[in-house]
């Protein structure tokens, strides 16, 4: 089984089997803490897209700083776990081939989810393709070396 089809397959149970203190740290650099990553004057009314939203926690977020927001994922049952969540366009496709045109968002985050691509190199490229000049893209990856508070 692919990786997609496994995270479809448990998507009804993905939230209560993740780590929430994980999930937390993560919310936490993305949107608060002293220097956050994504503020609402970078999304508040502009085409934001979660990329790899997996069951919605951060398109959440987004969403409550005023994101006109699509959260895009592997399956449907993925993607109702974020309709469940928040107010969002559901887009089911790959990280490797975004069906957007080329500058269509001002704002992209793909939190976790670049190393279960392929080919994490042409899932970049791609998120670069839709991203609009002067738009902000914040990708993280896991790393057991770095700990943050």
Not at 24 to 41: A, D, H
Not at 49 to 76: E, M, P
Not at 95 to 103: C, G, I, M, N, Q
Request: with cysteine.
């Amino acid at each position: 089984m692919d990786k997609g089809r496994f995270y479809e397959s448990i998507a009804g149970d993905w939230d209560s089997l993740m780590d929430k203190h994980e999930l937390s740290k993560r919310l936490r650099l993305i949107f608060s803490g002293p220097s956050p990553l994504l503020e609402r004057r970078d999304v508040d009314g502009l085409p934001t897209l979660d990329a790899g939203s997996g069951t919605g926690h951060f398109s959440r977020a987004l969403r409550g700083l005023g994101a006109r927001l699509v959260s895009l994922d592997v399956g449907t049952g993925l993607l109702a776990q974020v309709r469940a969540k928040c107010a969002t366009r559901p887009v089911q496709a790959s990280l490797l081939s975004l069906p957007f045109p080329d500058r269509t968002f001002r704002a992209i985050l793909c939190t976790e989810v670049i190393e279960h691509t392929a080919d994490p190199a042409a899932a970049v490229q791609e998120l670069c393709r839709v991203l609009a000049p002067g738009g902000t893209l914040v990708l993280t990856v896991p790393n057991k070396r770095l700990k943050f508070a």
